[in-house]
């Protein structure tokens, strides 16, 4: 009896290992796919993809085993500048408070530029509206907030980079004509917009960089 209970202790240990390692493989296998990740988005990879069970205290373990990167402490964001001239900490307190729009420009392809504006809702963090074409102009984000306006209502500020898109004139003399104000953030700190900017590059992670090539657009 002694020996079939080392026997069988010895084969669940085998298979411990096994499962250990097969799980380590599939986790360097994920954050080399995808290297902004940090561990708990891989654990959550591990479960909706490669069909793991394990939470994230054990993914953690493993990713620190490994010497596997962890995200880089992010910095306070900075003041935003409004279109008044004045100077605010902004932060998203409800729905409808803060959106954030910006552009992403990719290729389909045949090697021709396209461009998507993404406009997001800072407290909830949901996407509003993605808007597709070869070329997006003042009157198109007009024409975007304008069908959100009318689904969502008007949020308080909208803010966006120094883009000529954003600070057209056209564009600032709507939006303060329905009553939003428009908040700008510092030329060359992106983090000040941080909200659609993480949207964008996991747009980019998880979609984009995952197609072969977008069919031609008209």
Not at 22 to 40: C, F, K, S, V
Not at 143 to 167: A, K, M, Y
Request: glycine fraction near 6%; charge should be positive; aromatic fraction near 8%.
């Amino acid at each position: 009896m002694p020996r079939a209970r080392t026997a069988s202790f010895d084969a669940a240990a085998y298979s411990g290992r096994e499962d250990e390692e097969r799980l380590t493989a599939d986790i360097i296998e994920l954050a080399r796919q995808h290297g902004r990740y940090g561990y708990r988005k891989i654990a959550e990879l591990l479960r909706t993809r490669a069909g793991w069970l394990d939470d994230d205290k054990r993914v953690e373990r493993i990713w620190r085993r490994e010497g596997l990167k962890f995200p880089a402490k992010q910095p306070k964001r900075g003041r935003l500048w409004l279109a008044d001239g004045s100077c605010v900490r902004l932060r998203a307190e409800r729905r409808n408070h803060v959106w954030s729009y910006d552009f992403v420009e990719d290729r389909t392809h045949d090697g021709r530029k396209y461009r998507m504006l993404n406009i997001v809702d800072e407290c909830t963090h949901k996407c509003l509206a993605i808007r597709i074409d070869r070329k997006l102009k003042p009157v198109d984000v007009i024409d975007v907030l304008t069908d959100l306006f009318i689904l969502r209502g008007v949020p308080e500020h909208i803010r966006s980079d120094n883009g000529p898109e954003f600070v057209a004139k056209t564009v600032q003399e709507w939006i303060a004509a329905v009553g939003a104000k428009t908040a700008y953030i510092t030329p060359g700190s992106p983090r000040v917009n941080g909200f659609i900017e993480s949207f964008n590059a996991r747009l980019r992670d998880e979609l984009l960089d995952g197609l072969s090539g977008i069919p031609c657009m008209a």
